[in-house]
């Protein structure tokens, strides 16, 4: 009897394990779940060894890409234009996972997991209406000056999420140039407090999105392709993925570039950021679609796998007033239909050909 | 012999639970490992109508079960230690197989097809282990 009741306690404890280790996705936070109260975990902060002192002068609205001290002006009120903002520290994942959060990010900052943004088909902006939802959950209005960030350069989750707010309709978004790092170096002060987006109750204030031209979808690229030389898809993918040595992704069997695209170099490699790790001017990005042939005066569309390096030009090109787009669904979307044309090598080379999707072999994938 | 033989489908038992744990943990901490995972999972769903299959499959191995369950019962007395150790992890895997098919689902847990997988192939596994363990007590071996 003994040894039955300790059976049966054992498989109710093991289930209870079992069961609460598991995950339930990610799902974009409903208003309830938005509420005001801050859950602090610690108070421990960075001191900082210098604090700016700067008034900074105000930027134009279309400026993307900011420094840490503009970032730091508007956190001390010193830019009025920007008195309703909030701060993203954009990453995939939830908090949990995502240690450029835990381990010390700007003061005030919210945690902004990019599966919010996207669905998990195509790994797509998601639709006008979700992402309006998801911008009342964090409080955002069209109004709201939007700055966001990534733990550093390379990690393009900020760019992605800035792109979002600018073809919802956010009038004013800013990426701190340089990251988490440029912060530190700057010698600001990190927390640790988690910070909770606060909901709001008001009207986004214009259509979602209110820029549908930001975005081209495969239909529109591949009609394009066909019908217009003026428009250009460019390809912000490393060399190995562009002329179809590697799809460059773990989860993509397929290697190779539409057909028609251009190479407008790699994010991943540094090409688009100087030195000091701000992003580079529309001079590096023309010089790139020169060597194409191409120019910014050409209809633009750049595109990587799913979406993430190719806002990084977007974004540079936006800043100097140039309106380009993305085709969100890149190679990852493009090689999921057997029937479209695809190039593999170096146009103009000897090892350029042209074939179809379903023609590729199917051990590309990125080791 | 058959106790060394529970002990290497218990072995395996465990890395197909650990398995299981690991790429759930790491489809919620890495995003590679998230987009292959849902990948697959998209594409599983496509190709294979997955409620009847995994119905099926848990239906059987409820039936199979049962059957050992009433086979230990009946001999119950003759029952030694490594048959009653099998047939509470017969019982305790297939309890979780019920509870995580019953209460989760692709669309609300990612690595779903890749946790209820290796459950259900480590049920199989133990249900095998269990029926040999029958066998054994009704040729007399002991623990």
């Keep these: 009897m003994r040894k039955n009741i300790i059976m049966i306690i054992s498989v109710l404890i093991l289930s209870v394990l079992v069961v609460g280790c598991s995950d339930t996705g990610s799902s974009v936070p409903s208003n309830e779940e938005a509420a005001s109260t801050e859950t602090t975990e610690s108070t421990e902060s960075t001191e900082s060894t210098q604090t700016s002192q700067e008034t900074l002068d105000s930027v134009d609205v279309t400026k993307v890409y900011v420094s840490p001290e503009w970032v730091k002006s508007v956190i001390d009120g010193d830019q009025p234009e920007s008195a309703d903002y909030i701060i993203l520290e954009c990453a995939w994942g939830e908090l949990e996972f995502d240690p450029s959060y835990t381990e010390g990010h700007i003061q005030g900052a919210i945690h902004m997991n990019t599966d919010y943004i996207e669905e998990e088909v195509y790994w797509n902006v998601r639709t006008g209406q979700e992402i309006e939802a998801l911008m009342k959950a964090y409080g955002i209005t069209k109004d709201t000056t939007v700055i966001v960030y990534g733990d550093g350069v390379m990690n393009s989750a900020d760019d992605r999420v800035a792109f979002v707010a600018l073809w919802a309709g956010v009038e004013n978004v800013k990426v701190l140039d340089g990251g988490l790092d440029a912060w530190k170096n700057a010698g600001f002060e990190l927390e640790t407090t988690v910070n909770e987006p606060l909901a709001t109750e008001s009207d986004f204030g214009t259509p979602v999105p209110a820029h549908p031209e930001y975005i081209v979808s495969l239909k529109d690229a591949v009609e394009k392709l066909d019908t217009d030389e003026n428009f250009k898809l460019v390809s912000i993918r490393s060399k190995a993925e562009f002329i179809g040595e590697t799809s460059g992704y773990g989860y993509i069997d397929k290697a190779g570039e539409p057909l028609g695209a251009i190479w407008g170099h790699d994010t991943d490699d540094g090409s688009y950021f100087n030195e000091d790790g701000t992003a580079v001017d529309t001079d590096i990005l023309t010089g790139f679609l020169a060597e194409s042939g191409a120019s910014l005066d050409n209809e633009l569309a750049f595109y990587c796998g799913t979406g993430w390096r190719a806002v990084i030009p977007f974004l540079i090109s936006y800043e100097e007033g140039y309106v380009t787009s993305i085709f969100d669904g890149g190679w990852f979307e493009w090689q999921m239909n057997d029937d479209l044309p695809v190039q593999l090598g170096e146009p103009g080379s000897d090892d350029f050909t042209v074939t179809t999707v379903g023609e590729l072999s199917a051990d590309k994938a990125r080791k | ?143």
């Excluded at chain 2, 009847?52 to 079960?65: A, D, K, R």
């Design chain 2, 1 to 143: 012999m058959l106790k060394k033989l529970s002990i290497f489908f218990w072995v395996i038992e465990g890395l197909l639970g650990l398995g299981a744990y690991g790429l759930d943990y790491f489809t919620r901490a890495k995003m590679g490992m998230a987009r292959y995972v849902i990948l697959r999972s998209n594409q599983f769903e496509k190709a294979f109508d997955v409620e009847v299959i995994q119905n099926v499959v848990l239906t059987l191995l409820i039936l199979v079960l049962v059957v050992q369950l009433a086979f230990y019962i009946r001999h119950k007395k003759r029952a030694n230690k490594l048959l009653k150790l099998n047939m509470s992890l017969a019982i305790l895997i297939m309890a979780v197989c019920l509870l995580i098919s019953s209460r989760y689902h692709f669309q609300i847990m990612r690595s779903y097809y890749f946790v209820i997988g290796p459950l259900l192939l480590a049920s199989i596994v133990q249900l095998v282990n269990t029926g040999i363990s029958s066998v054994g007590i009704l040729k007399d071996e002991n623990l």
